[in-house]
């Protein structure tokens, strides 16, 4: 039985991530939910099965890891007049390109007229 639950651990990254788990799934899911997981976990061919798949719930609902770094848009400042502004809007560039639109958009966001 030790054997079985410490390979069953193993398969979702040992016993501290198994209690992770453990600690999210009591207060996160519903009685009904707990009541399913347990029956199933009290059946040895399918116990590995809900563990995975409660893992599975329980890694998706996890904050993503944001990595840091700079983005593919480029910054862009504010427009300095309406008149800047208009002669953008009013380009070969802004009709035919989106992310040129985009970046208007952003720079009007920022300018303070």
Known sequence: ???????????IGGEGEFNSMM????EGLSDSEKNAFNKAVNDEEGAEFAVQGLYARYKAQA???LLKGNTNAPSV?????????????????????????????????????
Request: aromatic share 10%.
């Open 77 to 113: 400042g504010a427009y300095q007049s309406k008149a800047e502004m208009t002669a953008d809007m009013h380009s070969q560039q802004y009709k035919k390109d989106p992310a040129f639109r985009a970046m208007v958009m952003r720079k009007i966001a920022k300018s303070n007229f």
């Open 23 to 26: 600690e999210w799934a009591a």
């Open 1 to 11: 039985m030790e054997q079985n639950v410490a390979r069953i651990q193993a398969s």
């Open 63 to 65: 904050e993503p890891t």
